[in-house]
């Protein structure tokens, strides 16, 4: 086992800090609520996990829905990530980041015409294609460029990732990718089309996985595929896994680090060794999920005849996790962490019941006033977050070391209503 890393949210003399900057200081400058990222930890989720499947060549595809603000993607353009898109607004942003287009994987169910347009123009890496009909139009949009698309078939596995449902991806009832059974005939087909180049499968099993078993599972359907289009006479240069390592949340999972990720990877991928395959990956909450935190305020406590409330500045708008999903974030007050706990509800101003950060937390009783840090929230974070409630997206600071940089401002109301008109 390896042990966790050491966060970069630490205590120091009492006040929570981001690496070398006090949390209550950007709440001070910047207002809360606030995202805060540290670049350190960025920087080593990114490396551990390269180094993880050295020896191996691979090719690591940031999964850029995790996280997609411009700074956060410019760190990662900048040790050599690769991206994974979901649509052509997220190539854009990796382009805008500094990103390489010929490092991008496309993936999705629902790309349109004008997205492989621009995809091809901008010379991506790979289409992940997921059904026979999208092949046949991306084959047509290919040919009118006179272009050829690399496609990666995108196959559901049929692996129970053992994830929430929401986020669990490679069963035959979700709706991603095409089933083993169709994949190889469907691949011979394709490989006959003058517009693309087939080059490899992916899949993509689910979301949060703390297992490395359904991964291996995944990985031997995929090498049994490959080893029979050979056969076939289809010959395949790449293997895309997709993403899904689980984080911890401080909820008590045992996560696997991403050293095992890679041992069990190695193992899976063993009978491809000698023939010269590509091994790709799409991490997206592993690269990003314990380098940033949403800093909120207490505005009011109060309590009814059920329950404690604590009631925050931020709301499930700015951090939708924990009402989609049920899921945890930790906790802690930014100043003074020794006080004894109570029992609480930590609630947002949003006009749902939905709208919850934690439901019967032991957590120290806080002040009015208060910052509270909750963290593991740089993944499905900000990328997630609406203007419902008609409220302002929050800003985003980069700390690194002493110092730190807001690397998106806090929207302002004209932004908020800017393109509308009345009719
Ligand atoms: C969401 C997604 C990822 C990233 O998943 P994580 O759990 O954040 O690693 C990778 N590939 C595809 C196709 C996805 O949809």
Redesign the pocket.
Known sequence: MTPTPESPFQYKSDELHCEGVPLAKIAAEVGTPVYVYSRSELERAYKSFDAALEGMPHKVCY?V??NSTLGVLAVLAKLGAGA?I?SYGELFRWQKAGGDPGKVVF??VGKTESEMKAALAAGIHAF?VESEEELYVLDQVAQSMKLRARVSL?VNPDVDAGTHPY?S?GLKTNK?GITMEECRELARRASKLPGLEIIGV?C?I????IKTAPFADAIARLVALITDLRSDGVHLTHIDI?????IDYGKGDVVPSPAEYGAAVRDALAPLAALGVTLVT??????V?AAGALVTTVLFRKRNEAKHFTIVDAAMNDLMRPALYGSFHPMKPVAQPGRPDIVTDVVGPICETGDFFARDRNLPELAQGELLWIGAAG??GAAMASNYNTRPRVPEVLVSGSTYTVIKPRETYEQLIAGERLA
């Open positions: 999964a829905k995790a994974d979901v993936s999705g992940n995108r986020i991806t991603f992916d993509h689910g979301s949060q996985l997709g993403g899904g390592l689980g799409e991490p997206g909450r592993v690269l999920g993944a499905y």
